[in-house]
């Protein structure tokens, strides 16, 4: 993840080298202030705002749909009240409401205290720890892993084994944590360290004056569109399409806005794959856009390794075919629109099955979403599946929603998708920059407030695709080879999956996961090798 790495001047000059050697045209940039040194690994477009003002050290990471005096205003007031008048609020004010993608560090060169904060979502993940009293905080997760010489917790590898992703603030890795969506990271004079979470995340607040589906589709449109427009940028526009539904709802929009966008698409040669290319060129062709299909190059091993320097195990070697295909991008960090969270904030997340009780919770999670069974991963770690249960247990107790429905919900937007598909996103952002409107916060909030009861059977999907453009639904969905308004047919497989899942208490189902047992094995075993005993 190119951004920010923040560390005690005590420390000395940290080696670099373990990733810089596979980024060599980025900048790797070192200042200091008050007691820290500062290190900037990016490439030369990635936006950080840099300025000093009134006795504090501000350094803005991401984009912001904030005009840049503006928000200097709002970052002085926030470092006044936080650091001078002990008071949040206006931190808080402005983490609920500012749209972007961002990380804020501020330094007070009075006496050296640190503030950092990220947005409503935690899009951009940073880590810290505190091993053997040393400070790091990083973007770099793989680096800070290395620097560090930490140790895998057993537990959380557990986690990992079974999900693909940790829970919570932890990592695979004991005393190295993620700054989990919504929180405030504060180093005292001292060094000493605290860490609080100021936004709640609820999964079970309804917009119930949101009466009907074309309600919602005719809002969820409106401001669909006026996010892309503050997104699109003056670089050229990428869209990574696919044959399913979140891509063409941007491919849409653009055409809507009368901008120009061009699409990209990478081809494997089996069977889903080959449906998804043919799909794309369907929608390239009716929308009269250029698309490029990237052939499959098989990764090297210079790919494999720089894919493991990056993420460790955060994302498996299975996807190491994207480096090639990223680096096949003419020009140098464009816009790259992808789809991603189409997928969380339109459908109906809740289970499929009715669920009976919290250890019924816990069992659906696993039949839904484990690549290895419990006794594979108590072979590899030691940890028994009744401890692996308990562990999930305790976190989704922790989860604010009384309804085990909802807290599902929660599990699958702040779990999942923050803690594995926002790593995705991130691997991205080394090559291009990454960009998505469906996490946009208006678009977001607006979202998971609609009723659950307007999205099921995709519905709403279905309108807002419609409302869009008539003609996205008239191009089957590549993962299930028909459109949304053969409406027998979508219900003829939610019906399977409901089959499915209902069978699910009484049979244990395996490789639930599209990941490859195998590759997911391998690329835990090099990640974790010099770690985990």
Same mark, same amino acid.
């Given at each position: 993840?190119?951004?920010?790495?923040?560390?005690?001047?005590?420390?000395?000059?940290?080696?670099?080298?373990?990733?810089?050697?596979?980024?060599?045209?980025?900048?790797?940039?070192?200042?200091?202030?008050?007691?820290?040194?500062?290190?900037?690994? &990016?490439?030369?477009?990635?936006?950080?705002?840099?300025?000093?003002?009134?006795?504090?050290?501000?350094?803005?990471?991401?984009?912001? !749909?904030?005009?840049?005096?503006?928000?200097?205003?709002?970052?002085?007031?926030?470092? $006044?009240?936080?650091?001078?008048?002990?008071?949040?609020?206006?931190?808080?004010? $402005?983490?609920?409401?500012?749209?972007?993608?961002?990380?804020?560090?501020?330094?007070?060169?009075?006496?050296?205290?640190?503030?950092?904060?990220?947005?409503?979502?935690?899009?951009?993940?940073?880590?810290?720890?505190?091993?053997?009293?040393?400070?790091?905080?990083?973007?770099?997760?793989?680096?800070?892993?290395?620097?560090?010489?930490?140790?895998?917790?057993?537990?959380?590898?557990?986690?990992?084994?079974?999900?693909?992703?940790?829970?919570?603030?932890?990592?695979?890795?004991?005393?190295?944590?993620?700054?989990?969506?919504?929180?405030?990271?504060?180093?005292?004079?001292?060094?000493?360290?605290?860490?609080?979470?100021?936004?709640?995340?609820?999964?079970?607040?309804?917009?119930?004056?949101?009466?009907?589906?074309?309600?919602?589709?005719?809002?969820?449109?409106?401001?669909?569109?006026?996010?892309?427009?503050?997104?699109?940028?003056?670089?050229? =526009?990428?869209?990574?399409?696919?044959?399913?539904?979140? &891509?063409?709802?941007?491919?849409?929009?653009?055409?809507?806005?009368?901008?120009?966008?061009?699409?990209?698409?990478?081809?494997?040669?089996?069977?889903?794959?080959?449906?998804?290319?043919?799909?794309?060129?369907?929608?390239?062709?009716?929308?009269?856009?250029?698309?490029?299909?990237?052939?499959?190059?098989?990764?090297?091993?210079?790919?494999?390794?720089?894919?493991?320097?990056?993420?460790?195990?955060?994302?498996?070697?299975?996807?190491?075919?994207?480096?090639?295909?990223?680096?096949?991008?003419?020009?140098?960090?464009?816009?790259?629109?992808?789809?991603?969270?189409?997928?969380?904030?339109?459908?109906?997340?809740?289970?499929?099955?009715?669920?009976?009780?919290?250890?019924?919770?816990?069992?659906?999670?696993?039949?839904?979403?484990?690549?290895?069974?419990?006794?594979?991963?108590?072979?590899?770690?030691?940890?028994?599946? =009744?401890?692996?249960?308990?562990?999930?247990?305790?976190?989704?107790?922790?989860?604010?929603?009384?309804?085990?429905?909802?807290?599902?919900?929660?599990?699958?937007?702040?779990?999942? !998708?923050?803690?594995?598909?926002?790593?995705?996103?991130?691997?991205?952002?080394?090559?291009?920059?990454?960009?998505?409107?469906?996490?946009?916060?208006?678009?977001?909030?607006?979202?998971? &407030?609609?009723?659950?009861?307007?999205?099921?059977?995709?519905?709403?999907?279905?309108?807002?695709?419609?409302?869009?453009?008539?003609?996205?639904?008239?191009?089957?969905?590549?993962?299930?080879?028909?459109?949304?308004? =053969?409406?027998?047919?979508?219900?003829?497989?939610?019906?399977?999956?409901?089959?499915?899942?209902?069978?699910?208490?009484?049979?244990?189902?395996?490789?639930?996961?599209?990941?490859?047992? =195998?590759?997911?094995?391998?690329?835990?075993?090099?990640?974790?090798?010099?770690?985990?005993?």
């Amino acid at each position: 993840m190119p951004g920010i790495t923040i560390y005690p001047s005590s420390l000395g000059e940290l080696d670099f080298n373990s990733i810089h050697s596979f980024f060599k045209h980025y900048n790797l940039n070192v200042c200091e202030a008050s007691k820290y040194k500062i290190v900037q690994f &990016s490439p030369e477009a990635y936006p950080v705002l840099k300025w000093q003002s009134e006795g504090f050290l501000f350094l803005v990471e991401g984009d912001l !749909a904030v005009e840049i005096e503006v928000l200097k205003v709002k970052l002085q007031q926030i470092a $006044f009240d936080y650091f001078i008048q002990k008071n949040q609020e206006a931190l808080l004010t $402005f983490v609920e409401n500012t749209v972007g993608e961002f990380l804020v560090y501020i330094i007070n060169l009075n006496n050296g205290e640190l503030l950092i904060f990220n947005d409503y979502l935690g899009r951009l993940p940073l880590y810290y720890t505190t091993e053997r009293e040393k400070l790091i905080i990083s973007r770099e997760y793989g680096w800070l892993i290395d620097q560090a010489r930490l140790k895998a917790s057993a537990l959380d590898t557990a986690m990992f084994l079974m999900l693909g992703f940790t829970i919570g603030e932890h990592t695979m890795f004991n005393s190295c944590k993620k700054l989990l969506a919504g929180s405030v990271l504060h180093a005292n004079t001292s060094g000493v360290l605290s860490v609080n979470r100021i936004v709640m995340h609820r999964f079970d607040r309804y917009n119930y004056n949101i009466k009907s589906v074309e309600t919602a589709a005719n809002q969820l449109v409106k401001l669909f569109l006026e996010t892309l427009k503050v997104k699109i940028s003056t670089t050229t =526009q990428t869209l990574s399409i696919s044959g399913g539904l979140d &891509s063409r709802a941007i491919l849409a929009g653009f055409n809507r806005l009368g901008q120009k966008i061009k699409c990209s698409c990478y081809e494997i040669s089996n069977e889903p794959h080959q449906a998804d290319v043919q799909v794309s060129l369907k929608l390239a062709e009716r929308f009269s856009v250029p698309i490029d299909i990237h052939r499959f190059v098989p990764a090297s091993k210079d790919d494999e390794a720089c894919l493991l320097a990056m993420k460790k195990a955060q994302n498996c070697l299975d996807m190491c075919f994207l480096i090639p295909f990223f680096k096949k991008i003419p020009a140098q960090y464009e816009a790259f629109w992808t789809g991603d969270g189409g997928d969380k904030v339109l459908p109906d997340l809740r289970p499929l099955r009715s669920i009976f009780s919290m250890n019924d919770l816990v069992n659906y999670i696993y039949s839904k979403h484990h690549i290895l069974n419990y006794k594979e991963i108590e072979s590899k770690t030691g940890v028994t599946k =009744q401890t692996l249960k308990s562990y999930i247990k305790k976190q989704l107790l922790q989860y604010p929603e009384t309804s085990l429905q909802e807290k599902y919900i929660h599990f699958i937007m702040m779990e999942r !998708a923050a803690n594995w598909l926002f790593e995705g996103e991130d691997r991205n952002r080394y090559f291009v920059k990454s960009i998505t409107p469906y996490y946009s916060l208006e678009l977001y909030k607006y979202a998971m &407030s609609i009723p659950n009861h307007l999205k099921k059977d995709f519905e709403l999907f279905t309108a807002f695709l419609d409302t869009l453009d008539a003609r996205l639904n008239t191009i089957s969905n590549a993962n299930w080879g028909i459109t949304l308004h =053969q409406t027998k047919k979508l219900r003829w497989i939610y019906f399977k999956q409901k089959i499915k899942s209902y069978l699910s208490i009484f049979i244990t189902f395996e490789n639930v996961s599209d990941i490859n047992k =195998q590759d997911y094995l391998e690329t835990f075993d090099r990640a974790t090798v010099n770690f985990y005993k």
